[in-house]
């Protein structure tokens, strides 16, 4: 029922400190969720991307895509490169400018150094799957800009298992 854009920027993405992107297939090929990262960067919220295994995402695709985005975005998403071009005009930018911010956010900018890839393995077993969680995490707060977070279970004591722990910024 989201009919206004400003909505789901105020009241998500301008209210995050980061913005996890779960890669899959076809997530940049959808117009809210490039324009959703556009945003971000905009506002100089970082950007996350978790790749969620199983989910067909090819960083060498997206980036075929990004730089060749308003030809590919068509005919993935007929129409859609329209609406974004069409919120991009409010704001007196174009598409140009959103393919080279989201190439920079997603680092696959060869100019950006590109982070270790982050994976979700939603099969895998207990520890897998807590082990993702904390890679997560952990990557979340540094593009918060919190180098370095101290693992700790409820009680304060350095955990013997992945979870349950909460973390605390140092």
Excluded: Y
């Excluded at 995402?57 to 993935?76: G, I, K, S, T």
């Excluded at 400018?97 to 982050?118: I, M, R």
């Excluded at 977070?149 to 909460?166: D, K, Q, R, V």
């Amino acid at each position: 029922n989201l009919r206004d854009l400003r909505v789901l920027f105020e009241r998500g993405v301008f209210a995050s400190d980061v913005l996890l992107l779960l890669a899959t297939k076809g997530v940049l090929s959808r117009p809210w969720c490039l324009l959703e990262i556009w945003e971000a960067t905009r506002h100089g919220i970082p950007v996350v991307v978790l790749e969620v295994q199983g989910g067909g995402f090819d960083a060498a695709a997206a980036c075929e895509l990004l730089l060749e985005l308003p030809a590919e975005l068509e005919r993935l998403n007929p129409g859609a490169i329209d609406e974004v071009s069409a919120q991009l005009a409010k704001e007196g930018a174009s598409v140009s400018q959103l393919q080279e911010a989201l190439l920079k956010a997603l680092h696959l900018d060869v100019a950006v150094s590109p982070l270790p890839p982050l994976k979700w393995r939603p099969w895998g077993t207990d520890n897998q799957v807590l082990a993702d969680v904390k890679d997560l995490v952990t990557q979340m707060a540094k593009a918060a800009g919190h180098e370095q977070l101290i693992w700790t279970t409820a009680s304060g004591m350095e955990p013997s298992l992945p979870f349950p722990h909460t973390f605390s910024r140092t």
